[in-house]
């Protein structure tokens, strides 16, 4: 089945300092990815909808200017937390949908997640 | 979106049956329903999907109602490592792209030996 692949699985940052998180899909092309971010014992809360080649869309609430999404192509998005603080600490997910299928009512994939720790 | 509500919680015991029910009254005629299991520390991952009646497959069976305003998922002799995390998500199917997922709450099932 197709593969949604995150990296890295985790990382721990200094407070200040910005954090990359990548997402691919592994055999299959995807113009739109997600990202979520969830805190222990919570759900999966939406952050925004990566879009290849164009600016990302942003759930409400969410700092555009924090975390920025890159979708450079139609396998890659990125995620980069900046000035990341010890609020940000969180397990961060993406997702896609493999357009192959013609984009209905097929499965999302999800990545592995990133647990992110800032100290 | 059409919102889901599951319960919290469930417990069960190896080797039985478990059935977990969503609500969502306000679905869609083009809503699908599909349900994903997530372990701790992991991305979810896909169970199973369903528009009416029944669906079956290898892991799980998915019953909807005629009014499809619920829907139950049912694990078939659970095992320890069925303990994870259940989303009951409805979206629309038919739209010709791609629709976010929206999770709701989730029904955490424990299961004990």
């Known amino acids: 089945g197709a593969v949604v692949s995150q990296h890295p699985s985790w990382v721990i940052c200094k407070s200040g300092t910005s954090v990359k998180i990548e997402c691919r899909s592994l055999d299959f092309q995807a113009t739109t990815m997600f990202w979520y971010r969830q805190f222990p014992k919570q759900s999966l809360m939406l952050m925004a909808t990566s879009n290849e080649g164009s600016k990302a869309t942003y759930e409400q609430g969410v700092e555009k200017d924090k975390f920025l999404i890159n979708h450079a192509s139609l396998t890659l998005s990125t995620l980069t937390v900046t000035s990341a603080h010890p609020e940000d600490s969180s397990f961060y997910i993406c997702s896609a949908r493999d357009l192959g299928q013609g984009g209905r009512n097929t499965e999302a994939f999800f990545g592995q997640g990133t647990r992110l720790t800032v100290v | 979106l059409a919102k889901t509500t599951q319960p919290i919680s469930m417990d069960s015991y190896e080797g039985q049956e478990v059935n977990i029910t969503c609500s969502h009254n306000?679905?869609?005629?083009?809503?699908?329903i599909t349900w994903y299991q997530q372990f701790p520390s992991q991305g979810p991952r896909f169970i199973i999907q369903?528009?009416?009646t029944k669906v079956t497959n290898e892991v799980a069976s998915l019953f909807i109602p005629a009014d499809r305003k619920s829907s139950t998922l049912s694990l078939p002799r659970v095992s320890l490592s069925d303990t994870a995390v259940y989303y009951c998500?409805?979206?629309?199917?038919?739209?010709?792209?791609?629709?976010?997922?929206?999770f709701g709450a989730g029904t955490r099932l424990a299961v004990h030996p």
């Open positions: 369903g528009y009416k």
């Open positions: 998500l409805v979206g629309d199917g038919f739209s010709g792209g791609y629709n976010k997922l929206i």
């Open positions: 306000n679905i869609a005629t083009n809503d699908y």
